[in-house]
């Protein structure tokens, strides 16, 4: 297999190197693609320094498989061009709601592979990668009719700047000196941020809009679902709280059993102090840890969750690299 990493520098770029190198696939050639400004640096794999090469000359005819993980400007400009020789797995939202191209969690709807046309394939955002891996064994026990889930995301999902920028005024504060925030809309450290992405006219964000939209493109179109996301001054992993009202009845004991039996879910829940998870446990973490599993008294068939993953890795690299997978174990759909 040869493989090429747009934006191999940045965050998802390294992690996903770090993830393919933890799977131990079966690569012949790695080329590792950046901006001209990175070309000629090396970076280490398996022991060995490959050099970076400029994307803007690169020749996609070598490779079968290229992740995209540098942003919605590089794969508007690069990916169609790269998807007419080697398929093309992209990070970004430029492609996520487009009805040609599959929006894929392979452990909740691999089949859509089965549909791809443009030679593309999008992951979706790191907030609803997380989301729909726990709500897919329980939509289909108990049929998901309405969500409404407020996040908690780290920094890390804006890239390094904005993780440079936490530790950075993290230190002023401690000094007592003032900050001005250069990535966000407000002072991140010891703060929270009721904004993630620009406002819509409705008064959403993009980031919201999102996990509407794409899960209802992964999961069921029929789910009616209302978000609000919050920035952290936290470095990686993102937590949600999640409220969903189901169509049918059902039991604690059977949601707690069908989360755990899930490929990528793990259950900690005890209702003692801490036998919980927090995005510090979930940090380097393939796993969705969810936890406080209890019922919702206030609505018919309700049920609280919460739910901490790796943005890094499930809703970006890992995720990039299970498709890959899933694509190698089927022999290739698509073209």
């Known amino acids: 297999m040869d493989i090429a990493i ?85 990070n970004s939202s430029h492609f996520r709601m487009d009805p040609d191209v599959p929006l894929i969690v392979p452990q909740v709807n691999s089949e859509d592979l089965k549909t791809i046309k443009k030679n593309i394939i999008a992951n979706p955002n790191c907030s609803t990668a997380q989301l729909v891996i726990a709500l897919k064994p329980l939509h289909d026990l108990f049929s998901i009719k309405r969500i409404v889930v407020s996040t908690y995301q780290s920094v890390s999902g804006g890239g390094k700047a904005p993780m440079d920028e936490l530790i950075e005024q993290t230190k002023l504060i401690l000094d007592g000196k003032k900050v001005k925030s250069k990535n966000f809309t407000k002072q991140i450290a010891f703060n929270a941020i009721p904004q993630i992405d620009i406002f819509s006219d409705d008064g959403y964000t993009k980031e919201e809009l999102k996990m509407t939209n794409e899960t209802k493109k992964i999961l069921d179109n029929k789910i009616d679902l209302t978000a609000t996301c919050v920035r952290l001054p936290i470095s990686v992993s993102h937590s949600e709280s999640v409220n969903i009202q189901f ?3 059902f039991s604690i004991e059977k949601v707690k059993e069908a989360l755990d039996n ?22 380097g973490k393939d796993e969705t840890f ?27 690299a890992l995720n990039s690299v299970e498709i890959a997978e899933t694509l190698i174990k089927n022999n290739f759909y698509g073209k």
């Open 6 to 90: 747009v934006g191999a520098t940045g965050n998802v770029g390294r992690k996903t190197l770090e993830v393919l190198e933890k799977k131990d696939l079966s690569i012949n050639n790695l080329y590792l693609l950046a901006s001209s400004k990175s070309a000629g640096k090396k970076i280490n794999f398996k022991g060995v320094d490959h050099d970076i090469h400029d994307l803007e000359d690169f020749d996609f005819s070598k490779v079968k498989i290229c992740f995209f993980a540098a942003g919605g400007k590089i794969s508007e400009k690069f990916a169609e061009k790269a998807a007419k020789n080697c398929l093309v797995i992209d």
């Open 262 to 283: 899930f490929e990528g879910c793990k259950v900690i829940d005890e209702r003692e102090d801490g036998h919980y998870s927090t995005p510090v446990e979930a940090e």
């Open 290 to 316: 969810i936890s406080r599993i209890r019922e919702d008294k206030t609505i018919k068939n309700g049920l609280n969750l919460w739910i901490v993953s790796d943005n890094l890795l499930r809703g970006a």
């Open 247 to 249: 169509e049918k009845s």
